[in-house]
């Protein structure tokens, strides 16, 4: 069975960064991208990033220069580096696979931009 456990999300300033973290059994991690997902209050979710097996990236253009996806093979773990916060990516991050697998889902982890 896949799991996939999103943490490092919480409360931040405007202005803020926060490094959200996803450890991933390695059935799926090895041989799939992964990609960071987010569903922010009264919204659909949305793909923010994605990094395949060799390490090329993506980025949705809401957050090019301020996130970075990247993994770490051996720890079969996925980080999320977001700088320079804004109110709006306020939202439940989740990572999955990309494209994403239903049952690999989640319960992400909460992140609050407010002052």
């Known amino acids: 069975q896949v799991q996939l456990v999103e943490s490092g999300g919480g409360l931040v300033q405007p202005g803020g960064s926060l490094r959200l973290s996803c450890a991933a059994s390695?059935?799926?991690?090895?041989?799939?991208?992964m990609a960071w997902y987010r569903q922010g209050p009264g919204k659909q979710r949305e793909w923010v990033a994605i990094?395949?097996?060799?390490?090329?990236?993506n980025y949705a253009d809401s957050v090019k220069g301020r996130f970075a996806i990247s993994r770490d093979n051996a720890k079969n773990t996925v980080y999320l580096q977001m700088n320079s916060l804004r109110p709006e990516d306020t939202a439940v991050y989740y990572c999955?696979?990309?494209?994403?697998?239903?049952?690999?889902w989640g319960q992400g982890t909460p992140v609050t931009v407010s002052s």
């Open positions: 390695g059935s799926i991690f090895n041989i799939k991208p």
């Open positions: 999955n696979a990309a494209p994403p697998i239903k049952i690999y």
């Open positions: 990094i395949t097996s060799d390490n090329r990236t």
